[in-house]
């Protein structure tokens, strides 16, 4: 199984538990977090925004909110489980505009492009190739769009202290309990490899924005990386 197919397959076996864990794990400030990465690039009413690696959606439903009247929201994930569960949610709150595409972020169908910004959480470092992931998002926005990527700030300071001991001493031991130690084992990994503040702007650099700028959150757990076209 390559990369790609074994990190889908990991969240199709994560998608029931997820957002529970989410809630449990961060004390429900994940869904703080993702709110002040919004408030950095602001969502206006009318415009269409992407969220690539959607998961189960929580966070396309908050941008959709931002984006009433007239504007949509196209949610983009490579998984089945987490995408079932993202519609069943939208299903409840008709009202928002909001598309659901499964696909892999980096061999995307043929979609319009032009959108007025793009987010990404905890979403970048999972696919093989985070550079290219940039080059796919810079491609689909508009000329003067914009985007955040959100994700834990793989700092080797206090804050990442604190997170290893949380994943080894807390996620892991109850993610065990569920049989999805082997799953949460992977998130540790996957941070520790992932780009830290000033790879992620070269990269974005790279990929095509005219600025990028890394942002700490959360006392320096989190960080949000805001694109400029």
Not at 11 to 36: C, I, M, T
Not at 82 to 108: E, G, K
Not at 155 to 165: N, T, V
Request: with cysteine.
């Amino acid at each position: 199984m390559n990369e790609t197919k074994a990190v889908r397959s990991l969240f199709e076996q994560v998608a029931p538990h997820y957002d529970s864990f989410n809630d449990l794990f961060s004390f429900g400030l994940h869904r703080v977090w993702k709110r002040q990465a919004l408030a950095l690039v602001k969502p206006k009413p009318g415009e269409r925004w992407l969220d690539l690696c959607c998961g189960t959606g929580d966070l396309a439903l908050v941008l959709a909110n931002y984006l009433r009247p007239g504007g949509e929201v196209l949610a983009v994930d490579s998984a089945a489980a987490p995408l079932a569960i993202a519609r069943q949610r939208s299903a409840r709150m008709p009202w928002l505009q909001i598309n659901w595409l499964q696909a892999d972020v980096l061999n995307l169908p043929a979609i319009n492009t032009g959108f007025d910004g793009a987010v990404i959480a905890y979403g970048l470092r999972n696919l093989a190739d985070p550079g290219r992931g940039l080059e796919v998002l810079k491609r689909l926005l508009h000329p003067s769009g914009r985007g955040v990527v959100l994700d834990f700030n793989p700092s080797e300071g206090f804050a990442g202290i604190l997170r290893q001991w949380a994943l080894a001493g807390v996620v892991v031991p109850v993610a065990r309990q569920v049989s999805l130690g082997e799953q949460y084992s992977y998130l540790e990994e996957s941070i520790a490899r992932f780009p830290d503040g000033i790879e992620q702007e070269k990269l974005a650099i790279k990929a095509g924005f005219s600025a990028a700028q890394h942002r700490s959150l959360a006392g320096g757990l989190m960080g949000a990386l805001m694109l400029q076209c």
